[in-house]
């Protein structure tokens, strides 16, 4: 639980905003569900629903203790005296509201004079925050139907869950593109992964199950040479050293300039690390751009292609967005 200060730099009106937080950190730790489904991210674990996945379980069972804290921590930060109250609450429209719904009716209940406002907000298109949508795009879509006593709102509560990757928004010019004296900056793949690499860790959770190692050398690994995969090397694997049961995620890494026989050469890896060794997720990360017709039309190539999330870093101290499914 952290409670974070801060005021909006505008000059009329102010705002001073108190955020309120029940987790944060790159791992989403026990709201592992709730990230999966706003990110329609259904990963099977050991072959089972995501409804009958461990952390799914987990989350429900322990739903009324996340509820409760939400609520101690708001009244920890705004208080209970009528000059601190709560006029109004609401959660942004969003395609999985029955996610907020526990922790609004906690909240209501907490302030029962305040009036929840949720009902009074809609949204048309297709644009996301998640999705790296601008603030003046989001406002664009959303339609507020007034209740006729705004005049008396002074307090208003949000009630949202924002889950979001940091490490990508963090990497300089530096190393996107390799300074060369004498010439023009060039793209070099290692630089970028080291970096991507430290940046990661350094967000990496001390409690998370998972490890983050690059560039894992196979060769020496009897089950994968069984499989006949212990050549392959991968950027990144997300997994549990020791353990075939702890193998999270399988990550490469291409820059825009990527050929079509290295992309086809990662499409396989990505493959075989998914069908051969069970891993749960395979993401191919192009930084620079890239162009999603080539990259579909290479995968169309790769016999028993499985779900590969194909993410895009367009640019330096940008995030990088999920632009396709490969696979099934």
């Not at 509201?97 to 949720?118: G, M, N």
């Not at 003046?136 to 009630?159: A, F, M, Q």
């Not at 999603?292 to 016999?303: D, N, Q």
Request: hydrophobic share 35%; aromatic share 10%.
């Amino acid at each position: 639980m952290t409670v974070e200060k801060f005021a909006v730099p505008l000059s009329t009106p102010k705002y001073d905003i108190r955020i309120v937080s029940l987790y944060k950190g790159k791992d989403t730790g026990p709201f592992t569900w709730l990230q999966d489904t706003r990110q329609h991210v259904f990963e099977r674990q050991f072959k089972r629903p995501l409804e009958e996945a461990e952390f799914t379980l987990s989350y429900q069972r322990n739903l009324w203790k996340y509820v409760q804290r939400l609520v101690d921590g708001v009244v920890d930060a705004v208080g209970t005296e009528p000059e601190s109250t709560v006029d109004a609450i609401l959660s942004p429209p969003s395609d999985h509201p029955d996610q907020a719904i526990p922790y609004r009716e906690a909240l209501s209940k907490k302030f029962p004079k305040a009036c929840d406002l949720t009902e009074n907000f809609s949204r048309k298109g297709a644009d996301r925050a998640q999705h790296d949508a601008t603030v003046e795009t989001i406002k664009r879509n959303l339609t507020y139907s007034p209740t006729g006593h705004e005049e008396k709102i002074r307090s208003l509560l949000v009630v949202d869950d924002i889950l979001n990757a940091e490490a990508t928004a963090n990497i300089e010019d530096l190393y996107f593109r390799l300074p060369i004296d004498g010439g023009e900056a060039v793209f070099r793949e290692r630089v970028y992964c080291y970096e991507l690499y430290h940046q990661l860790r350094l967000r990496w959770l001390p409690q998370c199950s998972f490890v983050l190692n690059g560039e894992v050398d196979k060769r020496a690994h009897p089950i994968l040479r069984q499989r006949g995969v212990e050549f392959a090397v991968p950027d990144f694997l997300v997994h549990t050293p020791g353990d075939m049961h702890g193998n999270h995620a399988i990550i490469e890494v291409k820059s825009a300039e990527a050929s079509s026989s290295g992309i086809g050469k990662d499409l396989a890896t990505l493959t075989r690390f998914r069908n051969v060794v069970g891993y749960d997720r395979a993401i191919y990360l192009f930084y620079g751009g890239i162009r999603m017709e080539r990259v579909k039309r290479i995968a169309g190539l790769v016999p028993s292609l499985p779900r590969i999330e194909v993410w895009v870093h367009e640019a330096p101290r940008s995030a990088a967005r999920r632009v396709a499914i490969l696979g099934s």
